[in-house]
């Protein structure tokens, strides 16, 4: 090779790419040193997730180089884990893994900073996430993705051309595997659609019809939901049943053997139990590397421009062959999330208290328990109790003094809404208009007048 | 130390006993262990194989910190196979974990017989002529060769073996064999036992759809000449005449056998893709044929023989509204016919065995009794030697690729450049833009370079993109993080599908689009 002399850098390939110009690049791409360094010293980026792919992200992360990250779960280690969270050890088993993954990651890469939350996301308050200039996922569950991406939308703010403005996006990278599947997916929240607005992406899991299991079970699985879901209640008044306790599962097991002996099923097996009970989904290494990968590739483009981006979803799959897909999905212009917010229009006397009531019987909200904030001051919160007494004598108010005698303004509610039988926490964002005020008349305004 | 079967439970629910116990067994070899090599065996260190060795030359150096997880400053001036082997052996204490610091190069042209100790080679950042000679050793010593490569915001991943057979493809959609239009008589004249019209609501809602459809099936053959529904309009009226009696029923089971009706319409018999398994040259065995090719000369003759057309039954059914005494008894019916399958097919396998000379028990029982419940889903994969696809790739797919101006045209334009630069390389002593200065010069040497190379190939009219060429030159044999950790994630999971001879690996080569995501396999 030829004798040229370099000089030692620690981003030697990273420089490549941030340094020189390109032909193929994003919007607003600058490259330079300062690039470089803004990126480390500004960009601050939040992980939400450490298991399978969070451990993953946070490495590719703190080596595309960002240096400011933060890492959110509420889960601890388990021995499952070890076979693709490379993070931890068998030592770690039982400790946060949101610590045990940042601590691991500073160790090894210096100049990198990260700080771990072990709690859940709906802990912390929507403050908290303004705060980062990216998000990043690497979740396995739907109610949760769909909690983050409610809260990044909800920063959107809409021009009075209902535009989006660019400064209030908040981009959003998310990934998910299940076995030798994948995908990876950007949001950019009113430019691409949000996980709300392909909802359908994720359809809601089959269950077995209770009747199925208590008069004609056929299968191991049917024998296993039956002594999870009717014998155990029948036995144990009262008691709780813990997946995660050994002596539940196995008795558990051994109920779903007596009934499949008893009708002659085969096939019922512990490993079996397990998974049906605890709806494991199977998870390897190469799968949450591919999936991460491919996810921090596209927050280091996001943020610095330097090459185009995924637009604005990619699956993957391995298991036939290999088959890789790129799908331009588009908006739902109705979404309730990242559109320009829920309409609200009220009279100025509408007190707090009612405001709270009416949200319950709204039919695109049917929002129960709402705490409401305005331009991030709390005016209601439910929780924690000590809030909820300070709060308390603003619900007898009217909701047009609260809001500073405007004519109109947005506000965040965060409450539950049941959906097939099950309570998740939603965030919404209202857009609130006041009859008679600034010579605003009544159904005039939903173009932004 | 953890139970080992709890710390790969959510692998096992993928590939079991079997595929982890072959994982176990393997022995890989890793050349040079920058990211993309560090990061393909991080994955299959975590999954448990046997043993590793990792073989790099060179040095810790300031950049590889950038870049590279599994050295950190310490690391800087010592051998990078020692430290990299050293981190991964911390991952997993039930791996074998060694490393020889040589250049892979130098093994490669000094010391081939050395790689045929191994189950198989992952070879990361080798030039096109290291490539060749490489797959020449491995395929001489049946030795499986994968080759990754990271190259700024592209990559390539191409497997290299002579024949890869696959009994337990797993494939996600696959029809089941329910033989609804050919029951054989056990089926047929349990079908038959069944009497709709005397059945009470409740026992009719709960006879399964497998029943209805059979008798359904049976009712239209003998009024239509002894021909199933074909034309779209029979088709039609079929499943009219099913949604007749379920508005009488309203029972989950009619609509299911609505849902269903289309297994009633498949045609008998196998699939093309069976057909030229069962054609292929190597189904002709002899003492040298592997064992799977014995057992396809078995399922060749079961199939013109006692199959009448039909490959064995696999023996399942797919659950299904009934009650549980008509679902235990019709799993009964298609188990003890796999099981009769089986052993027609066992006793077939036992005497080609005698036939060409081997031990008649050689394969075990458990092996044919998988290879039946299989027998449909059988895959073989064949892949060209590095060399032919080099010199001679197959011109009118190359073409196409090249001519394609939507979704694969970066994709094969990163092909043709990925082998410009090492072509680049051995006329210059550098990669373009591999070093910063003289970046003008090295685009118009790239795109000379290029040029002459897609005129050797006989793609005399194709150009590439003045962007692209300016993008390779960009890069400048840069191994990013983020595209290494991709691209070796995605040489992992075929190794792992190569290891377990689980799932279907892909074909042809691999290459990474990291502008866009549309990344491609081009057959070459």
């Given at each position: 090779?030829?004798?040229?002399?370099?000089?030692p850098?620690?981003?030697?390939?990273?420089?490549?790419?941030?340094?020189?110009?390109?032909?193929?690049?994003?919007?607003?791409?600058?490259?330079?040193?300062?690039?470089?360094?803004?990126?480390?010293?500004?960009?601050?980026?939040?992980?939400?997730?450490?298991?399978?792919?969070?451990?993953?992200?946070?490495k590719?992360?703190?080596?595309?180089?960002?240096?400011?990250?933060?890492?959110?779960?509420?889960?601890?280690?388990?021995?499952?884990n070890?076979?693709?969270?490379?993070?931890?050890?068998?030592e770690?088993?039982?400790?946060?893994?949101a610590?045990?993954?940042?601590?691991?990651?500073?160790?090894?890469?210096?100049?990198?900073?990260?700080?771990?939350?072990y709690?859940?996301?709906?802990e912390?308050?929507?403050?908290?996430?303004?705060?980062?200039?990216?998000?990043?996922?690497?979740?396995?569950?739907?109610e949760?993705?769909?909690?983050?991406?409610a809260?990044?939308c909800?920063?959107?703010?809409?021009?009075?051309?209902?535009?989006?403005?660019?400064e209030?996006?908040?981009?959003?990278?998310d990934?998910?595997?299940e076995?030798?599947?994948?995908?990876?997916?950007?949001?950019?929240?009113?430019?691409?659609?949000?996980?709300?607005?392909?909802?359908?992406?994720?359809?809601?899991?089959?269950?077995?019809?209770?009747?199925?299991?208590?008069e004609?079970?056929?299968?191991?699985?049917?024998?296993?939901?039956?002594?999870?879901?009717?014998?155990?209640?029948?036995?144990?008044?009262?008691?709780?049943?813990?997946?995660?306790?050994?002596?539940?599962?196995?008795?558990?097991?051994?109920?779903?053997?007596?009934?499949?002996?008893?009708?002659?099923?085969?096939?019922?097996?512990?490993?079996?139990?397990?998974?049906?009970?605890?709806?494991?989904?199977?998870?390897?290494?190469?799968?949450?590397a591919?999936?991460?990968?491919?996810?921090?590739?596209?927050?280091?483009?996001?943020?610095?421009?330097?090459?185009k981006?995924?637009?604005?979803?990619?699956?993957?799959?391995g298991?036939?062959?290999?088959?890789?897909?790129?799908?331009?999905?588009?908006?739902?212009?109705?979404?309730?999330?990242?559109?320009?917010?829920?309409?609200?229009?009220?009279?100025?006397?509408?007190?707090?208290?009612?405001?709270?009531?009416?949200?319950?019987?709204?039919?695109?909200?049917?929002?129960?328990?709402?705490?409401?904030?305005?331009?991030?001051?709390?005016?209601?919160?439910?929780?924690?109790?000590?809030?909820?007494?300070?709060?308390?004598?603003?619900?007898?108010?009217?909701?047009?003094?609260?809001?500073?005698?405007?004519?109109?303004?947005?506000i965040?509610?965060?409450?539950?809404?049941?959906?097939?039988?099950?309570k998740?926490?939603?965030l919404?964002?209202?857009?609130?208009?006041f009859?008679?005020?600034?010579?605003?008349?009544?159904?005039?305004?939903?173009?932004g007048a | 130390?953890?139970e080992?079967?709890?710390?790969?439970?959510?692998?096992?629910?993928?590939?079991?006993?079997?595929?982890?116990?072959?994982?176990?067994?393997?022995?890989?070899?890793?050349?040079?262990?920058?990211?993309?090599?560090?990061?393909?065996?991080?994955?299959?260190?975590?999954?448990?194989?046997?043993?590793i060795?990792?073989?790099?030359?060179?040095?810790?150096?300031?950049?590889?910190?950038?870049?590279?997880?599994?050295?950190?400053?310490?690391?800087?001036?010592?051998?990078k196979?020692?430290c990299?082997c050293?981190?991964?052996?911390e991952?997993?204490?039930?791996?074998?974990?060694?490393?020889?610091?040589?250049?892979?190069?130098?093994?490669?042209?000094?010391?081939?017989?050395?790689?045929?100790?191994f189950?198989?080679?992952?070879?990361?950042?080798?030039?096109?002529?290291?490539?060749?000679?490489?797959?020449?050793?491995?395929?001489?010593?049946?030795?499986?060769?994968?080759?990754?490569?990271?190259?700024?915001?592209?990559?390539l991943?191409?497997?290299?073996?002579?024949?890869?057979?696959?009994?337990?493809?797993?494939?996600?959609?696959?029809?089941?064999?329910?033989?609804?239009?050919?029951?054989?008589?056990?089926?047929?004249?349990?079908?038959?036992?069944i009497?709709?019209?005397?059945?009470?609501?409740?026992?009719?809602?709960?006879?399964?759809?497998?029943?209805?459809?059979?008798?359904?099936a049976?009712?239209?053959?003998?009024?239509?000449?002894?021909?199933?529904?074909?034309?779209?309009?029979?088709?039609?009226?079929?499943?009219?005449?099913?949604?007749?009696?379920?508005?009488?029923?309203d029972?989950?089971?009619?609509?299911?056998?609505?849902?269903?009706?289309?297994?009633?319409?498949?045609p008998?018999?196998?699939?093309?893709?069976?057909?030229?398994?069962?054609?292929?040259?190597?189904?002709?065995?002899?003492s040298?044929?592997?064992?799977?090719?014995?057992?396809?000369?078995?399922?060749?003759?079961?199939?013109?023989?006692?199959?009448?057309?039909?490959?064995?039954?696999?023996?399942?059914?797919?659950?299904?509204?009934?009650?549980?005494?008509?679902?235990?008894?019709?799993?009964?019916?298609?188990?003890?016919k796999?099981e009769?399958?089986?052993?027609?097919?066992e006793?077939?396998?036992?005497?080609?065995?005698?036939?060409?000379?081997?031990?008649?028990?050689?394969?075990?029982?458990?092996?044919?009794?998988?290879?039946?419940?299989?027998?449909?889903?059988?895959?073989?994969?064949?892949?060209?030697?590095?060399?032919?696809?080099?010199n001679?790739?197959?011109?009118?797919?190359?073409?196409?690729?090249?001519?394609?101006?939507?979704?694969?045209?970066?994709?094969?334009?990163?092909?043709?450049?990925?082998?410009?630069?090492?072509?680049?390389?051995?006329?210059?002593?550098?990669?373009?833009?591999?070093?910063?200065?003289?970046?003008?010069?090295?685009?118009?040497r790239?795109?000379?370079?290029?040029?002459?190379?897609?005129?050797?190939?006989?793609?005399?009219?194709?150009?590439?993109?003045?962007?692209?060429?300016?993008?390779?030159?960009?890069?400048?044999?840069?191994?990013?993080?983020a595209?290494?950790?991709?691209?070796?994630?995605?040489?992992?999971?075929?190794?792992?599908?190569?290891?377990?001879?689980?799932?279907?690996?892909?074909?042809?080569?691999?290459i990474?689009?990291?502008?866009?995501?549309?990344?491609?396999?081009?057959?070459?």
């Amino acid at each position: 090779m030829a004798e040229t002399v370099v000089q030692p850098s620690r981003s030697r390939d990273l420089d490549k790419l941030l340094l020189r110009p390109g032909n193929i690049i994003g919007n607003n791409f600058d490259p330079g040193q300062e690039l470089r360094d803004d990126l480390a010293e500004y960009v601050k980026v939040l992980v939400v997730g450490a298991g399978g792919l969070g451990c993953e992200l946070l490495k590719d992360l703190a080596l595309s180089g960002f240096k400011k990250l933060e890492v959110i779960d509420m889960d601890t280690i388990e021995v499952t884990n070890l076979n693709r969270q490379f993070l931890f050890r068998f030592e770690d088993v039982g400790k946060p893994k949101a610590e045990v993954a940042a601590k691991r990651v500073m160790e090894r890469i210096s100049g990198v900073n990260i700080k771990p939350h072990y709690c859940r996301i709906e802990e912390k308050d929507i403050d908290f996430y303004s705060d980062f200039s990216i998000i990043v996922l690497g979740l396995d569950s739907i109610e949760a993705r769909s909690y983050i991406n409610a809260v990044a939308c909800s920063f959107l703010e809409y021009d009075s051309d209902d535009k989006p403005r660019d400064e209030t996006m908040k981009p959003l990278v998310d990934g998910g595997t299940e076995g030798f599947k994948g995908h990876a997916r950007v949001i950019m929240p009113g430019v691409t659609p949000c996980f709300e607005c392909t909802i359908w992406l994720f359809p809601p899991q089959v269950k077995f019809p209770l009747c199925t299991l208590a008069e004609t079970p056929r299968t191991a699985a049917h024998c296993i939901e039956y002594a999870h879901l009717i014998k155990w209640d029948e036995v144990h008044s009262g008691k709780t049943f813990d997946p995660d306790d050994p002596e539940h599962m196995k008795w558990i097991y051994n109920e779903a053997v007596k009934r499949a002996e008893l009708f002659g099923i085969p096939g019922v097996t512990y490993s079996l139990t397990q998974g049906v009970v605890k709806n494991i989904i199977p998870a390897i290494a190469s799968t949450n590397a591919i999936v991460s990968a491919a996810c921090a590739l596209e927050a280091l483009k996001i943020t610095t421009g330097c090459s185009k981006t995924l637009s604005n979803y990619l699956t993957y799959n391995g298991a036939e062959g290999l088959h890789t897909k790129v799908t331009e999905f588009v908006r739902d212009k109705d979404c309730l999330v990242c559109g320009p917010g829920v309409l609200i229009e009220l009279e100025t006397s509408v007190t707090l208290q009612k405001f709270i009531d009416l949200l319950e019987k709204h039919p695109d909200l049917l929002l129960s328990k709402a705490s409401v904030t305005h331009q991030g001051s709390s005016l209601y919160m439910q929780a924690p109790p000590v809030l909820e007494e300070m709060t308390r004598s603003n619900l007898n108010l009217p909701l047009f003094d609260l809001m500073g005698k405007t004519s109109r303004g947005t506000i965040h509610v965060t409450g539950t809404t049941s959906k097939n039988d099950t309570k998740t926490s939603v965030l919404r964002k209202l857009r609130v208009f006041f009859k008679g005020v600034d010579g605003v008349t009544d159904m005039d305004m939903a173009g932004g007048a | 130390m953890a139970e080992p079967k709890t710390k790969y439970d959510r692998q096992l629910r993928i590939w079991g006993d079997q595929g982890q116990a072959a994982l176990e067994k393997a022995s890989i070899c890793l050349l040079n262990c920058g990211p993309t090599g560090s990061e393909t065996l991080k994955n299959l260190v975590l999954g448990g194989v046997g043993s590793i060795t990792v073989i790099d030359g060179s040095k810790v150096e300031l950049g590889d910190l950038g870049n590279n997880f599994m050295v950190d400053e310490s690391c800087v001036g010592q051998s990078k196979a020692k430290c990299v082997c050293a981190f991964l052996q911390e991952l997993n204490d039930a791996v074998k974990a060694k490393f020889i610091e040589e250049y892979p190069v130098t093994l490669i042209e000094t010391n081939p017989s050395f790689f045929s100790q191994f189950t198989l080679v992952v070879a990361t950042q080798l030039m096109e002529d290291s490539m060749v000679k490489l797959d020449r050793i491995c395929r001489e010593a049946n030795v499986i060769l994968i080759f990754a490569r990271s190259y700024g915001l592209t990559g390539l991943v191409r497997i290299s073996l002579k024949e890869h057979t696959v009994v337990e493809s797993k494939p996600d959609h696959f029809l089941d064999d329910l033989r609804l239009n050919n029951p054989w008589p056990e089926l047929k004249s349990f079908a038959e036992s069944i009497d709709l019209d005397a059945q009470d609501p409740v026992a009719l809602r709960h006879t399964p759809y497998v029943v209805l459809l059979i008798k359904m099936a049976e009712q239209w053959v003998k009024s239509h000449g002894g021909s199933l529904p074909s034309t779209r309009e029979e088709k039609k009226e079929f499943k009219e005449l099913l949604k007749a009696r379920m508005v009488a029923l309203d029972g989950d089971n009619y609509k299911e056998a609505i849902e269903a009706s289309f297994k009633v319409f498949a045609p008998r018999g196998i699939s093309s893709d069976l057909q030229q398994i069962l054609n292929d040259s190597c189904a002709e065995v002899d003492s040298n044929s592997s064992d799977f090719w014995v057992m396809v000369a078995a399922l060749k003759e079961f199939i013109s023989n006692e199959g009448g057309g039909e490959a064995p039954l696999e023996g399942s059914i797919p659950d299904m509204t009934s009650s549980t005494e008509l679902y235990v008894n019709l799993q009964n019916i298609y188990q003890a016919k796999a099981e009769a399958d089986f052993l027609v097919i066992e006793q077939r396998v036992r005497n080609i065995l005698k036939k060409i000379g081997k031990d008649p028990l050689s394969i075990s029982k458990t092996t044919i009794k998988s290879f039946c419940r299989n027998a449909r889903k059988l895959k073989v994969c064949r892949y060209r030697s590095i060399e032919n696809e080099i010199n001679s790739p197959i011109l009118p797919e190359l073409q196409k690729y090249l001519t394609d101006e939507d979704y694969s045209s970066t994709a094969v334009g990163f092909y043709i450049l990925l082998r410009a630069v090492d072509r680049f390389a051995a006329n210059y002593n550098s990669f373009p833009g591999q070093f910063d200065g003289g970046m003008d010069e090295d685009i118009s040497r790239l795109k000379t370079t290029a040029v002459g190379l897609l005129s050797d190939l006989g793609c005399n009219g194709s150009t590439l993109t003045e962007d692209l060429i300016n993008e390779i030159c960009r890069f400048g044999a840069s191994e990013l993080h983020a595209v290494s950790a991709f691209i070796g994630g995605i040489a992992s999971q075929e190794v792992i599908k190569l290891i377990t001879r689980q799932f279907v690996p892909m074909p042809g080569t691999f290459i990474f689009n990291g502008i866009d995501h549309k990344s491609q396999i081009l057959s070459l």
